[in-house]
């Protein structure tokens, strides 16, 4: 069974400074990986997502991940944080094939609180 | 550029009563899904529809939950007698391919009291 592991509950950064938030999923197969946001009260935006080629995917608003199959990680990455970034990120996990039938297996998601 | 959307956006309701939830998809995707979120917890999976049919179900999606498309255009979610523990947001995701990006509504807030 696919399943998503984000370990930071909570991140606290200050505006300008960089960010690292942490994704480790299991799949016995080759996984689409994806990063959403929620603002408070929204409902879920993509950010970027891996298929397949390039590990180091660029998505909206600046953000980037990285596939290491190795480490069975997609950490979501960026260099310089607004405070308009301050939401709560979900990764998520799709099977290619198999018995999944496309649904989205989510972390318990890392809520981001940016200072000034 | 397309949107899912969904109604209504906040569904108030008591224990017992059934509630439907609908959710129009982006026109020229195939796949549609229901998720939950009860409040501080995780997206959860309930169920996919794909030609007219389920095609995976969680184990949350008991015999009290059920989904149609009954007009081609609106895909809903039926919950027959509602339980204090169906309250969370429920979010609506389509695509328009098998394991492509899923695109989601801005969710209904179920209360039951």
């Known amino acids: 069974a696919q399943s998503v592991t984000q370990p930071d509950i909570h991140i606290t950064v200050s505006e300008g400074a960089s960010l690292e938030l942490r994704c480790n999923y299991s799949?016995?197969?080759?996984?689409?990986l994806f990063w959403y946001v929620q603002s408070p009260g929204q409902g879920l935006q993509l950010l970027l997502k891996y298929f397949s080629g390039d590990t180091l995917v660029q998505g909206i608003k600046g953000f980037e991940a990285e596939f290491k199959r190795s480490q069975s990680s997609f950490n979501l990455r960026k260099p310089s944080v607004h405070w308009s970034d301050a939401a709560e990120y979900f990764c998520?996990?799709?099977?290619?094939?198999?018995?999944?039938?496309?649904?989205?297996?989510f972390g318990q998601g890392t809520i981001l609180t940016v200072h000034p | 550029e397309p949107e899912v959307t969904q109604t209504p956006s906040h569904q108030v309701t008591q224990m017992g009563q059934e509630v439907i939830l609908r959710c129009v998809p982006i026109?020229?995707?195939?796949?549609f899904y229901w998720y939950r979120q009860i409040l501080g917890q995780k997206v959860e999976f309930l169920v996919s529809?794909?030609?007219?049919?389920?095609?995976?179900k969680s184990e949350i999606f008991d015999d009290q939950f059920s989904v149609e498309r009954p007009d081609g255009s609106n895909f809903t979610l039926k919950i027959r007698s509602t339980k204090l523990e169906d309250s969370a947001m429920y979010f609506c995701a389509t695509n328009r391919q098998f394991a492509d990006t899923q695109y989601f509504g801005p969710g209904t807030r179920l209360t039951v009291l």
């Open positions: 026109s020229n995707h195939l796949y």
């Open positions: 529809f794909y030609n007219n049919e389920i095609s995976e």
């Open positions: 998520a996990v799709v099977g290619a094939g198999g018995t999944s039938y496309g649904k989205l297996t």
């Open positions: 799949y016995g197969a080759t996984p689409y």
